[in-house]
């Protein structure tokens, strides 16, 4: 190992030369390596950092001049919180390590210990994630180059040679595609598939196309102003089928209300008010517009697209063309999602539709001063949630999420949620406006295993007879159930280690990825941290006060999962609640009377056919209502429940048993809770549904 780096440095310090016209020493940059990443996403440079712990020497290309993907680039609350952390090791845990150290040597401390595997929120600023990751590339020898827009592929029988960018040619023994769209794979003639399969090829009940249940008309309301009622069967077409479309991509911003670090946000280009009477009269039915935001380390938030039905900062449907633009048409895309972004902006800040405090509350938030200076301010990278998708050696679906999460030759524990942004938007005939493949409403929990399955290594393998010296880490072979799972970045990070530990054997053995020993792979794995083992979750209640979903049995139906209608607040004064909090809704004013316009609707699908114990988790209360109606329907089965909230759960429990029904598995089981008719505050929680029997 040692002798090799040394070849590695001697050939470096061969390749330097004088350039007499300046008198300066210019380093030539090399055009091969043992191992060459293309993109430099969080997977891409954790791949290459990995890969050249192994003792290869690596060259990590980038298309654009940007280095870390949404990592540095504005996503900065990691999503990990959502995921079993006892297994989010390697280079994902050792990076937020040294984020933290950053801040200690300059005295701050953060809200959060990393060492500490809780559901705590882990937040940096975008300049310090940055800084950490040019470090560690720094430290570990990669050759990092940017503005290197792929080209074309050399490729001999199915190896590939080079490739060739806009900026040179470069040639490897292995290539790691760790672009968020697969742009290496798809030059190299590997197979790969883009969009919604439908609920058939993989048999995923998650599958085809996911429709909410209620539209906005936009030619008219109802005489009473709400929204229209349930959409048709015809409106909605064949749920089953699927489609070529992707997630709504997004910017993710990094803003401030520091006047000391502050910057305006920049003004639309083209400024249409017409464009945005969708809004208005969402608005006007009862509907959200706005994005989610998040703390962060120096006075700073987080903006980031809402979904659920909202109208947010996703231009849904614009990201459809992106995978198979060239750079150019990418330029174009991109400029066309920021200024729909800055558009939108305007909107929040300007328009009367928008009540006053919450134009206020938006008007006061900038751009930071501190942040992306290159691109004044304004993020440089958008999220690219979802694009190709390879067809390798294993296709990881809903099954193996669901119901079969162990595998033989496991790469990464994820436990993330199935969790699809919007996908289309839309316009039906006679005026109505529906969001189309937005969140997946089932979270299925295992007792032993909590919501954690095993990514195996068959699924970043392309076929052997396609090519044998690739692998694709982020773009990797999932359907678009599986990629909803897989899609954040903490899974990617481990998945682009996992990538480049392969590589780096594959060359040293003089083998293909595909005949790599696993047993080998395996033991490099452990040894750079990584944890392979499906953990055991018992039930976990945070020191916020909240019991993490994913430690609890049986089908587990969260509030965040509801389709909600009507006027709905969130709230987390109540402990301990399910996760992140409940929502509720309601007045204990003398008198007041609920009359049904708030609705949360639960879509899922059993897993078997048979009777459930039906739970609910609620925070009793003396001002909550007494007849809380809950409708569940599953095929010809139908049963209406009156549920007291006032009534204490069970010492020690977070459910109390308020029915027995009947659900079918072959058709799609809906639950709907409402106000109609109360008096007090109805309280969404969460539902939980326990087999008793099944047939």
Not at 136 to 150: F, I, K, N, P, S
Not at 175 to 200: C, H, K, N, P, Q
Not at 327 to 356: C, G, M, N, V
Not at 564 to 575: A, E, V
Request: include cysteine.
């Amino acid at each position: 190992m040692k002798f090799k780096h040394l070849l590695i440095a001697t050939t470096l310090l061969l390749t330097l030369h004088l350039t007499l016209e300046t008198g300066n020493v210019v380093a030539e940059e090399p055009d091969h390596a043992d191992i060459v990443v293309y993109g430099a996403t969080p997977g891409g440079f954790c791949a290459a950092i990995a890969a050249a712990r192994e003792g290869a020497s690596v060259i990590l290309l980038e298309p654009t001049d940007h280095v870390g993907g949404l990592n540095t680039g504005g996503l900065s609350f990691s999503d990990s919180n959502q995921t079993v952390r006892s297994t989010m090791m390697g280079l994902f845990d050792e990076w937020h390590t040294r984020i933290q150290e950053d801040y200690a040597s300059r005295g701050i401390e953060l809200p959060y210990d990393v060492s500490v595997k809780d559901q705590s929120a882990w937040t940096y600023e975008p300049h310090v994630s940055a800084r950490v990751t040019r470090q560690m590339l720094d430290e570990a020898g990669v050759t990092v180059l940017t503005e290197r827009y792929l080209s074309s592929v050399q490729k001999e029988g199915t190896r590939i040679n080079s490739l060739v960018t806009k900026d040179g040619t470069f040639s490897g023994d292995v290539f790691i595609d760790a672009t968020y769209e697969g742009d290496l794979m798809a030059a190299a003639d590997v197979s790969w598939s883009i969009g919604r399969e439908s609920r058939e090829e993989f048999r995923e009940s998650m599958a085809g196309k996911q429709y909410p249940k209620r539209k906005m008309n936009i030619n008219g309301f109802d005489d009473d102003g709400s929204l229209l009622p349930f959409v048709t069967a015809s409106e909605r077409g064949d749920e089953s089928t699927g489609d070529d479309n992707v997630m709504t991509y997004s910017f993710r911003l990094c803003l401030t209300r520091d006047p000391e670090n502050w910057v305006p946000m920049p003004q639309p280009a083209n400024y249409d008010p017409e464009k945005f009477e969708v809004m208005r009269r969402y608005i006007k039915s009862g509907g959200r517009v706005g994005f989610d935001r998040y703390p962060l380390p120096g006075n700073k938030i987080d903006g980031n697209n809402s979904i659920g039905g909202q109208f947010s900062l996703g231009l849904v449907g614009g990201g459809n063309g992106w995978c198979e633009a060239n750079e150019t048409e990418r330029a174009i895309i991109w400029e066309d999602h920021k200024q729909y972004t800055l558009e939108f902006y305007h909107f929040l800040t300007t328009d009367s539709s928008i009540p006053d405090e919450t134009r206020k509350e938006y008007a006061e938030l900038g751009l930071c001063k501190d942040e992306f200076p290159g691109t004044d301010h304004f993020s440089p990278a958008l999220y690219i949630r979802e694009s190709r998708r390879l067809q390798g050696m294993y296709v990881l679906s809903q099954k193996d999420i669901l119901e079969d999460p162990e595998k033989e030759d496991p790469i990464v524990v994820s436990s993330f949620p199935i969790d699809s942004h919007d996908c289309r938007r839309i316009a039906l005939k006679e005026g109505g406006v529906i969001n189309e493949g937005t969140i997946f409403p089932v979270r299925r929990k295992y007792p032993k295993q909590g919501y954690a399955y095993h990514v195996p290594y068959r699924s970043i393998l392309p076929l052997a007879n396609e090519c044998t010296n690739l692998l694709v880490p982020v773009a990797l072979s999932c359907t678009h159930v599986g990629i909803s799972s897989i899609r954040v970045e903490p899974t990617w990070m481990i998945l682009g280690q996992s990538a480049g530990i392969a590589a780096a054997l594959t060359q040293q053995g003089k083998t293909t990825v595909q005949e790599l020993p696993y047993s080998k792979l395996r033991e490099h794995l452990l040894a750079q941290k990584q944890v392979l083992d499906l953990p055991d979750v018992p039930e976990q209640i945070t020191e916020s006060g909240s019991v993490a979903s994913t430690s609890l049995p049986g089908i587990v139906l969260d509030d965040a999962a509801a389709v909600l209608t009507g006027k709905w607040s969130h709230s987390s004064n109540f402990t301990p609640h399910i996760d992140d909090g409940y929502q509720y809704a309601g007045s204990n004013e003398k008198g007041a009377q609920g009359d049904g316009s708030a609705t949360a609707m639960f879509r899922f699908k059993a897993p078997t056919t048979g009777k459930y114990q039906m739970l609910m988790a609620y925070s009793a209360h003396s001002t909550r209502a007494k007849n809380v109606p809950v409708t569940v329907t599953s095929g010809s089965y139908e049963e209406r429940i009156l549920v007291d909230q006032t009534i204490p759960l069970p010492s020690g429990k977070h459910f109390r048993s308020i029915s027995e029904v009947q659900l079918d598995q072959n058709v799609e089981s809906v639950i709907n809770i409402n106000d109609d008719k109360t008096h007090g505050f109805v309280i969404i929680d969460a539902i939980q549904l326990i087999p008793i029997d099944s047939k």
